[in-house]
């Protein structure tokens, strides 16, 4: 057996391997004998079926098994020990014509894409845009205002609004309008206008008092979702797809009171442990609380610059475009996808997350990246934060959030992309200390914009 290789251009090769039958014979015959104890043929004793006959049976199958074994490890032995940075897998080659149950010489031969060699280095020569959002005086009187509907409480109102509940009593109507002699009756169900679907029936809770009476379609209000109507009704699910008309008769309307701007209110915001005192101090505590909580924007921003300036300044690294269509394509065929064909798009975007991640894996190995598991302990802490951040806790305790955190690393797919955040950040945090950092406070209005210019240079 012998295996060479011939590099066709920086990015393309042909890797061959040489065989001879007398490379596998043996080995084929004694995978077919055994094949003959495992699975004797008709008439046969297991292992007392002629050569010939076995040969005739299982030969070719058998023969394709163990020249595609010994091919496979020959061909993956000389790419592992000549160092060749392959891109996908080895293709085969369409010159590649061989009878493995006839020829006593044969050469099979593969189609390798090799990766580009980038030499990029970092160094405080590169500047890489870091961009603060600024904090604005409405920003902080939105959060308040937010913080104070949350932490408010429910009292009797005379006028309903949008975010009141609303308690009354409904009777199903027939199609004249008139009250329907077997229909449904509910006696004090809770109505909110605020988590209505349909804007017109939720318009008809607003601005109403006690002992107010009219009509409306509770299908169409909550778009037919099932498990609402069955609440609103008092009805089991089965019973809940009605799409009549109801009268309903508003008897009690509760209005959200806001929390008072008091110590209370500050340590429901801030935590019990603040020493929070008066609005002045909140305030520029709740300016830290947004400015933290929009860290992440930034940060994720600075990958963003970072991941465009860094690809330019490793110049333009060609790739095998054509086999990595092909790759793809073959790729595509195996899962038995329907569409298997590459669009120029697809190719497009393809090379340029390629080309990315070669980078980014040389300038890993450069900064010597490596993640442990405090690195990812963090990460799924920080990713917990955020989530309880979303539903408004935004100063959970320690305990609660790691509880959190460990829930999410019990979940595959969620371990997955924790660990995946723990190595970028890792390696972004490692491009900043090597990169000079250019930092600018912008508007949230500016910061939105350096998106939507980019969507229009695409």
């Known amino acids: 057996m012998n295996v060479s290789f011939e590099q066709i251009d920086a990015v393309n090769g042909v890797l061959t391997v040489e065989l001879k039958r007398e490379d ?9 004998a055994a094949m003959g104890v495992r699975h004797p043929l008709k008439g046969f004793r297991p ?6 006959l076995l040969m005739k049976f299982y030969g070719p199958s058998v023969t394709a098994d163990v020249v595609d074994r010994k091919v496979g490890k020959a061909m993956y032995d000389y790419i592992r020990e000549n160092k060749l940075q392959v891109l996908g897998e080895p293709l085969p080659n369409e010159d590649t014509k061989v009878d493995i149950m006839k020829d006593e010489e044969m050469a099979f031969k593969y189609d390798l894409g090799l990766a580009p060699v980038v030499e990029l280095k970092l160094n405080k020569r590169i500047n890489v845009p870091y961009y603060n959002i600024e904090v604005t005086d409405q920003m902080v009187d939105d959060a308040i205002a937010h913080d104070r509907k949350r932490l408010g409480t429910l009292v009797d109102g005379e006028v309903s609004d949008k975010e009141s509940m609303l308690r009354g009593s409904m009777i199903e109507l027939d199609e004249q309008g008139n009250d329907k002699a077997d229909g449904i009756r509910v006696e004090r169900t809770v109505i909110s206008p605020r988590y209505m679907v349909d804007e017109d029936e939720a318009a008809k809770f607003v601005g109403v008092k006690v002992g107010d009476t009219f009509v409306f379609n509770p299908h169409k209000a909550n778009n037919g979702n099932i498990a609402e109507l069955a609440s609103m009704l008092n009805v089991d699910r089965s019973e809940a797809d009605v799409k009549s008309d109801f009268r309903v008769t508003i008897e009690e309307i509760k209005v959200n009171q806001e929390a008072e701007m008091n110590e209370e209110f500050f340590k429901g915001v801030l935590g019990t442990e603040t020493e929070v005192k008066d609005e002045a101090a909140f305030r520029e505590a709740m300016r830290e609380m947004i400015a933290r909580a929009n860290q992440p924007e930034s940060n994720y921003r600075f990958t963003v610059d970072a991941q465009r300036i860094l690809t330019e300044k490793a110049g333009e690294l060609p790739l095998p475009e054509e086999f990595l269509k092909r790759f793809l394509k073959l790729r595509r065929e195996q899962d038995n996808k329907e569409n298997t064909e590459v669009t120029d798009e697809e ?3 393809m090379f340029k997350q390629l080309r990315w991640q070669l980078v980014k894996d040389h300038l890993a190995q450069e900064l010597g990246i490596k993640v442990e598991k405090e690195d990812i302990d963090t990460a799924a802490f920080v990713f917990a934060q955020q989530q309880l951040s979303q539903y408004g806790i935004y100063n959970a305790p320690e305990d609660l959030i790691r509880q959190q955190a460990e829930r999410y ?6 371990r997955d992309m924790i660990q995946e955040h723990a190595i970028d950040n890792k390696f972004y945090a490692a491009v ?3 990169v000079k950092v250019n930092e600018k406070t912008i508007s949230v209005e500016d910061f939105r914009k350096l998106y939507e210019d980019e969507e229009k240079k695409k």
């Open 347 to 349: 190719a497009k975007d």
């Open 432 to 434: 900043r200390d090597a």
């Open 409 to 414: 690393m019990q979940d595959d797919r969620t």
């Open 24 to 32: 596998f014979a043996s080995d084929v015959n004694k995978e077919v």
């Open 47 to 52: 292992g007392k079926a002629p050569k010939n």
